[in-house]
């Protein structure tokens, strides 16, 4: 007879197989920490209301970007392009200090912003919702912007982007 310990790693596994599955955007969230920016990719992004606009990131418990977040009550979600992927590997990368060496960005809303990524969003902190290895952010649109562009995708451990189907 086997125990939920010993068929919890195969759950993980067969978990982390369907989420793979899953075609996510790839985002960009950031904020500011004694004037200087700081980033983590994230694909766990999603509209939650229109009324008002507010979105939901997940963020890593231990992230020093979560950290920020819940000191300042602010963050931005830099909604990447199909030719972005670099961006999104350079800021998936562990530690906070070094992501932006390099990078081109821009203050918008008090936020760091990456010009070029179709979508921005200003967003302050509505809640903080506890969950599992993770902590879900909350946040009230306070600015949006767009640019034409792809967006880039991940699926299937690959980036990508969106195509639609033909005659549709």
């Known amino acids: 007879m086997t125990s939920p310990a010993d068929e919890r790693p195969d759950l993980q596994t067969r978990f982390r197989e369907v989420m793979a599955g899953v075609a996510t955007p790839v985002s960009v969230v950031t904020a500011m920490g004694d004037g200087l920016p700081h ?25 020093d970007l979560l950290a920020l977040v819940r000191d300042t009550h ?23 200090t070094g992501k ?13 912003r990456l010009p070029g990524a179709p ?26 912007d767009t640019v034409h562009g792809q967006p880039l995708t991940y699926h299937g451990r690959l980036f990508g982007t969106h195509a639609a189907l033909d005659g549709l």
Do not use: I, Y
């Open 39 to 63: 980033g983590t990719t994230v694909s766990a992004f999603a509209s939650l209301s229109m009324e008002p606009p507010m979105v939901l990131v997940s963020l890593d418990r231990g992230s």
């Open 74 to 96: 602010r963050f931005g979600v830099n909604v990447l392009g199909a030719d972005q992927s670099e961006l999104a590997l350079a800021f998936a990368r562990k530690g906070g």
């Open 100 to 112: 932006f060496n390099g990078v081109r960005w821009e203050v918008d809303s008090d936020l760091p």
């Open 119 to 144: 979508g921005w969003l200003a967003c302050e902190v509505a809640q903080l919702v506890e969950g599992g290895d993770h902590v879900v952010a909350l946040g009230t649109v306070v600015a949006a």
